[in-house]
């Protein structure tokens, strides 16, 4: 696809640092634009489509790393085919990107860790973006995953923070603004990126005479991403920035924004949405932010799931104030594309000019997730076509990437999947445990003699687990172990970390994890949901040691759950004290588990999860289900319940759950009928 004839835009993100308060004093007197166009009547009326990409996650082509094979259900190349329907549709339009848009693929680890690009090349999302004519994005947490100097170099952004030179040559990146209001420069206490830019949009609108006029709006892009990346990304960002507050920093800068004469403003928030108490270090402010007077729009990312959606039974998108049939957020238009490119956001925003300004239409506005995916006649799935201009531009990385992942490790005498770890299956998480206990117990026994003497336990989670279809599961292969299995198994560049907590703290760290289930009732009639969908897989931390038992008991409130807790055959006392590996995200505090972060820290590697299983895989040559697939720490307390207990995986899958023990799972349908192509199943909880 040729990019779009688009006019020139302001582009801050090309601007230094020093030029900016000069900047946008010349901002204020003047417009590229609108130069020689006559004024624009009252009355006049026009469209404007915003359309978001959101969690790209690298995912450029439809196609999965870590299966080695084509995968229709994702890709950036898919949505660029909704991307020029809905330009075909809407003639005014912008597009723009949502953030955690460079990690997430054994691409994104090929073009980082093992073939870095040199300061002339395009990262291949970004060559990609760039060709869609994309006219503004925003940072997710992710983005900052593999350090500032890379962030700097494939944004083409310059950085001026403690360890980097800010006058070294701009490298090659993206080809459009990208805005950042709430991360500073602990340096030189100004923001990382540029805070907000106003883009002259050249529009087609309709006078009241019903003849066309052209017209210049000036839309105002504010980006924010969570505060929490300080701690998730400790070791890259510590002493380097500091984070504000979403709503701090939207106060501070969408009024200079509307002061410089943005028509509109629209917020480019990497995160979603949560009806807690607001704290400036929240992670989904997306609720607090739509109440920020001036705000006109917002593009919504982070959590991964499609806004608005009526079906929906996310809590978040219940809340007071939410609409998520018609797409609003308090009154304000909002957005989620969902992830991986499954969807385009796309909000028509009707504006009339009155009392010569822009003055948005709610009425009139509309708000789509529109997914690549629609159901044929036969159930059966189809996805829109692959925009053929993509593929080609990538495929030196795209071959490259799959050479890089066929790297041989070891073997495996068994399957190891995650389609049955809500249920008891450690078979994808235990090889993880076991890796992490020997790396922690290993650095202990030679750095931290004060330690030696505690137990080394190691905690890790489901990673993939469904929440984008059948394909998002771990599924390694009986057989040879290549890097990609390696990816498949943990699949975030997570560094490791120790942590120290006594029973009492391993019990409660248990509870938390034991959210990811709903609470039961015994003497309900009605199918029961056990997997709640609000808490995220990779958020059920999991112990598979052989020395370590305990039970779920769901019938029971959250955080009343754990049961018979016992290491070694004996009751943990509250006061006994353990080390657990688990890493960086959850020791710095990362989803919110009592009593897990800085403070109970006692070792930051320098090693990520990956490399540490990668490493363990290569020593023990072959993993054997008996000693890396079968230790169930957990298991369900027994309950006899009236009705049946459901919850949803791949289908054709009971085999599987068979080989991991599971006998007390049945498959009631092969189409749960939600339209993720998911089956669904039942357990027998009184047979644990």
Same mark, same amino acid.
């Given at each position: 696809m040729a990019r779009p004839n688009t006019l020139p835009y302001i582009k801050m993100s090309f601007l230094r640092r020093s030029s900016l308060p000069l900047f946008l004093t010349a901002l204020a007197g003047c417009s590229t634009l609108d130069a020689g166009l006559p004024a624009v009547p009252d009355?006049?009326?026009?469209?404007?489509?915003?359309?978001?990409?959101?969690?790209?996650?690298?995912?450029?082509?439809?196609?999965?790393?870590?299966?080695?094979?084509?995968?229709?259900?994702?890709?950036?190349?898919?949505?660029?085919?909704?991307?020029?329907?809905?330009?075909?549709?809407?003639?005014?339009?912008?597009?723009?990107?949502?953030?955690?848009?460079?990690?997430?693929?054994?691409?994104?680890?090929?073009?980082?860790?093992?073939?870095?690009?040199?300061?002339?090349?395009?990262?291949?999302?970004?060559?990609?973006?760039?060709?869609?004519?994309?006219?503004?994005?925003?940072?997710?947490?992710?983005?900052?995953?593999?350090?500032?100097?890379?962030?700097?170099?494939?944004?083409?952004?310059?950085?001026?923070?403690?360890?980097?030179?800010?006058?070294?040559?701009?490298?090659?990146?993206?080809?459009?603004?990208?805005?950042?209001?709430?991360?500073?420069?602990?340096?030189?206490?100004?923001?990382?990126?540029?805070?907000?830019?106003?883009?002259?949009k050249r529009i087609s609108a309709t006078g009241t005479d019903g003849k066309p006029v052209q017209a210049v709006l000036k839309v105002g892009l504010i980006g924010f991403t969570p505060p929490g990346i300080l701690g998730w990304d400790k070791r890259w960002l510590e002493g380097r920035v500091y984070a504000e507050g979403v709503r701090e920093s939207a106060l501070k800068y969408v009024p200079q924004m509307r002061a410089l004469g943005a028509d509109i403003v629209v917020a480019i928030l990497h995160g979603g949405l949560d009806g807690a108490p607001y704290t400036p270090q929240m992670e989904n402010a997306g609720l607090y932010l739509a109440q920020v007077p001036g705000i006109d729009a917002m593009l919504l990312g982070h959590a991964h799931e499609a806004f608005p959606n009526a079906a929906s039974t996310s809590a978040p998108f219940s809340l007071p104030g939410v609409d998520k049939v018609k797409g609003t957020v308090h009154g304000v238009p909002a957005v989620m594309a969902s992830l991986w490119g499954k969807h385009l956001g796309v909000i028509g925003l009707h504006l009339q000019r009155e009392g010569q300004r822009w003055v948005l239409d709610k009425a009139s506005t509309t708000v789509e997730a529109r997914s690549t995916a629609s159901a044929a006649n036969t159930g059966a799935k189809r996805y829109v076509e692959p925009d053929p201009a993509i593929a080609p531009l990538v495929a030196a990385e795209h071959a490259a990437t799959i050479r890089y992942v066929q790297t041989p490790l070891g073997t495996t005498d068994f399957p190891m999947t995650s389609y049955f770890a809500d249920v008891g299956d450690v078979s994808a998480v235990q090889a993880v445990n076991e890796a992490q206990a020997a790396y922690l117990a290993?650095?202990?026994?030679?750095?931290?003699?004060?330690?030696?003497?505690?137990?080394?336990?190691?905690?890790?989670?489901?990673?993939?687990?469904?929440?984008?279809?059948?394909?998002?599961?771990?599924?390694?292969?009986?057989?040879?172990?290549?890097?990609?299995?390696?990816?498949?198994?943990?699949?975030?560049?997570?560094?490791? @970390?120790?942590?120290?907590?006594?029973?009492?703290?391993?019990?409660?760290?248990?509870?938390?994890?034991?959210?990811?289930?709903?609470?039961?009732?015994?003497?309900?009639?009605?199918?029961?949901?056990?997997?709640?969908?609000?808490?995220?897989?990779?958020?059920?931390?999991?112990? @598979?040691?052989?020395?370590?038992?305990?039970?779920?008991?769901?019938?029971?409130?959250?955080?009343?759950?754990?049961?018979?807790?016992?290491?070694?055959?004996?009751?943990?006392?509250?006061?006994?004290?353990?080390?657990?590996?688990?890493?960086?995200?959850?020791?710095?505090?990362?989803?919110?588990?009592?009593?897990?972060?800085?403070? @109970?820290?006692?070792?930051?590697?320098?090693?990520?999860?990956?490399?540490?299983?990668?490493?363990?895989?290569?020593?023990?040559?072959?993993?054997?289900?008996?000693?890396?697939?079968?230790?169930?720490?957990?298991?369900?307390?027994?309950?006899?319940?009236?009705?049946?207990?459901?919850?949803?995986?791949?289908?054709?899958?009971?085999?599987?759950?068979?080989?991991?023990?599971?006998?007390?799972?049945?498959?009631?349908?092969?189409?749960?009928?939600?339209?993720?192509?998911l089956a669904l199943y039942g357990i027998d909880l009184s047979r644990p």
């Open positions: 009355g006049t009326r026009a469209t404007l489509a915003l359309l978001e990409t959101s969690d790209l996650h690298a995912n450029v082509l439809s196609y999965d790393y870590y299966k080695l094979a084509p995968d229709a259900s994702l890709g950036l190349e898919r949505t660029a085919t909704l991307i020029r329907q809905a330009r075909a549709e809407f003639p005014n339009s912008m597009l723009l990107d949502n953030g955690d848009t460079i990690q997430g693929t054994a691409l994104a680890d090929y073009q980082a860790l093992a073939a870095p690009l040199s300061c002339g090349e395009t990262l291949a999302v970004y060559k990609a973006l760039n060709l869609l004519g994309v006219e503004g994005g925003g940072l997710g947490n992710h983005d900052f995953n593999y350090g500032l100097p890379y962030l700097s170099q494939v944004t083409g952004a310059r950085f001026d923070v403690d360890g980097l030179d800010p006058g070294a040559p701009r490298c090659a990146g993206a080809a459009f603004p990208l805005v950042l209001a709430n991360i500073y420069s602990s340096k030189t206490k100004q923001p990382l990126f540029q805070p907000y830019t106003i883009i002259d290993g650095y202990v026994r030679a750095n931290l003699p004060q330690y030696a003497q505690l137990p080394v336990l190691s905690v890790s989670a489901p990673f993939k687990s469904g929440a984008a279809g059948p394909g998002d599961y771990t599924d390694v292969k009986l057989g040879a172990i290549a890097l990609n299995n390696a990816a498949d198994l943990y699949l975030y560049p997570n560094t490791l @970390s120790g942590v120290k907590v006594d029973g009492a703290g391993l019990k409660a760290w248990l509870e938390k994890a034991a959210s990811r289930f709903n609470t039961i009732d015994p003497d309900k009639a009605a199918p029961q949901e056990l997997v709640n969908p609000g808490f995220a897989g990779y958020n059920f931390d999991m112990l @598979s040691s052989p020395d370590v038992s305990y039970r779920i008991d769901v019938t029971q409130p959250q955080g009343s759950r754990i049961q018979g807790l016992s290491y070694k055959g004996k009751p943990v006392q509250p006061g006994q004290e353990f080390l657990v590996a688990t890493n960086n995200y959850r020791a710095s505090g990362g989803g919110s588990f009592p009593g897990v972060d800085a403070r @109970s820290t006692i070792f930051s590697a320098p090693d990520a999860n990956r490399d540490v299983l990668i490493a363990y895989i290569q020593r023990t040559k072959t993993l054997l289900r008996a000693t890396h697939g079968a230790a169930r720490s957990w298991r369900f307390a027994a309950v006899r319940t009236k009705g049946p207990v459901v919850f949803h995986s791949a289908p054709g899958k009971l085999e599987l759950a068979r080989a991991a023990g599971l006998d007390n799972i049945t498959q009631l349908q092969a189409d749960d009928g939600a339209g993720k192509g």
